[in-house]
């Protein structure tokens, strides 16, 4: 009876031992690839008593609706996070903060309609952010601290209108990014996207480009390839173009909106254009153009101009030996006019 009372406690032992640092009920741990698989199990919340050194959590295709900021405190270790296909609204800054070697995080088809500033601080190793089909209607100025390692960024699928040129340009190891279906308005507010945009693609980085929605005239349009002139009343903000040391410069004064081409007030700034006060920045790929075909059309031109220098020596030379050859014999022999005299005094 004493040995049945010692097996019942050894089992009871090794159950709590189970239940505490064991796999979360509907859940499927992997020890071997250190992955958690707990998608398709209907939770509304993360599971709690997850092992702390899984490094894979799958929890696609759940009803999740909000992420507890201590969450994940249990699972320091996760290299990769799937939340996609959830009910998730918002994400409150903070929520992955313990995630301190999370690689790849994945938010995709959920509700999201906005990202606050600094959601994705202290993931100094994240690389990958895919926040596809959501309804974001807009970006931070900044993910957070410790995010300069992202290399790959999808925003395709949302309703975005214009994104923070200094949100891209805080992302420095950026390689990819995804821009596609989104309700862009190609107007003041995106100029300075495109610039950015420009100096990406130039320098080996991979984009599905932004495709206008609005206004009606470049609707459908590539922005690359709408004209700068089209932006003729636009400046680029202050924060946009001052450089980050010089923090202290006061805004540039505004004047009053000057009409835009094709009737547009001020091309729909609202607040976003000014009168320029320099020429506008010319295209880089423009520039290349123009300098290349130049070089070319030049190029040509010397290569003509050397033909026919070629051709009238050549044709010179021909034509002074031609004439040479044909006044020799006369020179020798004397014409018949000349002879006849000397004929005639001989006699």
Excluded at 171 to 183: A, G, S
Excluded at 223 to 232: A, D, N, T
Aim: aromatic share 6%; hydrophobic share 35%.
């Amino acid at each position: 009876m004493k040995n049945k009372s010692n097996w019942l406690l050894v089992c009871s032992v090794i159950l709590l031992a189970h239940t505490a640092h064991g796999c979360p009920h509907k859940c499927l741990c992997h020890t071997a690839s250190k992955t958690a698989d707990c998608k398709n199990r209907g939770f509304t919340e993360i599971p709690a008593r997850l092992p702390p050194e899984i490094q894979i959590l799958q929890l696609q295709n759940n009803r999740i609706w909000r992420i507890n900021q201590n969450a994940f405190t249990a699972t320091p270790l996760l290299k990769i996070l799937d939340l996609s296909n959830n009910s998730l609204s918002s994400v409150a800054p903070g929520a992955f903060q313990k995630l301190r070697y999370l690689q790849v995080l994945n938010l995709t088809r959920n509700l999201i309609h906005y990202i606050e500033n600094k959601t994705f601080s202290f993931l100094p190793h994240l690389k990958e952010l895919d926040l596809s089909s959501n309804s974001i209607i807009r970006l931070p100025e900044t993910f957070g601290n410790s995010t300069g390692n992202i290399t790959l960024l999808s925003v395709k699928h949302n309703k975005l209108q214009k994104m923070e040129r200094i949100l891209l340009e805080s992302l420095p190891n950026l390689k990819v990014v995804l821009f596609k279906d989104n309700p862009w308005q190609c107007n003041c507010n995106i100029f300075g996207l495109k610039l950015w945009l420009e100096s990406f693609l130039y320098r080996g980085g991979i984009s599905d480009g932004i495709i206008c929605s609005a206004p009606g005239i470049r609707k459908g349009k590539d922005l690359l390839k709408v004209p700068y002139e089209l932006f003729g009343a636009c400046a680029l903000r202050t924060a946009q173009v001052a450089p980050a040391s010089s923090p202290q410069q006061g805004p540039e004064p505004r004047g009053p909106l000057r009409p835009g081409p094709h009737g547009e007030p001020g091309d729909g700034g609202r607040g976003g254009c000014e009168p320029k006060a320099k020429a506008r920045p010319a295209s880089l790929r423009h520039a290349i153009a123009t300098v290349v075909i130049t070089g070319v059309v030049c190029g040509v031109v010397c290569l003509m101009m050397l033909a026919a220098a070629v051709y009238g020596c050549a044709y010179a030379a021909i034509t002074a030996k031609y004439h040479k050859d044909q006044l020799a014999p006369a020179r020798q022999h004397g014409t018949p006019k000349e002879k006849e005299p000397l004929e005639s005094s001989s006699a």
